[in-house]
T-cell receptor, first 115, second 110 residues
């Protein structure tokens, strides 16, 4: 079956611009997560959705970052006034539910480069 | 704070066995997961330990000691395709938020 997909795969933008990154989770997965991965580091948690609501956005670095999941499936991560330090791979993951041990299925990521 | 420590690089020969260690310091603990990531690819789930002991899945095994805040991933019969980065990750203060280590880059040589 189809896995988690993310678009675009690569995004190059200029400092100060606005970007949107899209995630299509596995069908039927109620939980959705966004992570950010810098070169040579592990993924870093940004936000977690259960259904349509953001249950935990404690990992968002500042108010320039925002994410939505209006219908409980597709999610969009939005970054305003991008900065060079935002350059990273943004990973989306989904799972059937949460709770101990539930495998998170990751997408291939969007590589964001801010010039 | 919350942190995970694992070696940055490990090199091994095809057919050999390699162990990747992980120690963690977290405010809470639900369980320890291991993920594999090839260059440019998505992290993929390998194993999960919530209780002390060894879990075996094919060529891969994972061990956990909660009292020592320590775990390891054991890879047997190494193949060239096992060359990748391996991340330990903890469900610390929640059952949904994974906290990842910096990863161990495994290079398998012929």
């Amino acid at each position: 079956g189809a896995g988690v997909s993310q678009t675009p795969s690569n995004k190059v933008t200029e400092k100060g611009k606005y970007v949107e990154l899209r995630c299509d989770p596995i069908s039927g997965h109620t939980a959705l997560y966004w992570y950010r991965q810098s070169l040579g580091q592990g993924p870093e948690f940004l936000i977690y959705f259960q259904g349509t609501g953001a249950a935990d956005d404690s990992g968002l670095p500042n108010d320039r970052f925002f994410a939505v999941r209006p219908e409980g499936s597709v999610s969009t991560l939005k970054i305003q006034r991008t900065e060079r330090g935002d350059s990273a791979v943004y990973l989306c993951a989904s799972s059937q539910s949460t709770g101990e041990g539930h495998e998170q299925f990751f997408g291939p990521g969007t590589r964001l480069t801010v010039l | 704070g919350q942190s995970l420590e694992q070696p940055s690089e490990v090199t091994a020969v095809e057919g050999a066995i390699v162990q990747i260690n992980c120690t963690y310091q977290t405010s809470g603990f639900y369980g320890l997961s291991w993920y594999q990531q090839h260059d440019g690819g998505a992290p993929t789930f390998l194993s999960y330990n919530a209780l002390d002991g060894l879990e075996e899945t094919g060529r891969f095994s994972s061990f956990l000691s909660r009292s020592d805040s320590y775990g390891y991933l054991l890879l047997q019969e190494l193949q060239m395709k096992d060359s990748a980065s391996y991340f330990c990750a903890v469900f610390g203060d929640s059952s949904y938020k994974l906290i990842f280590g910096s990863g161990t880059r495994l290079l398998v040589r012929p």
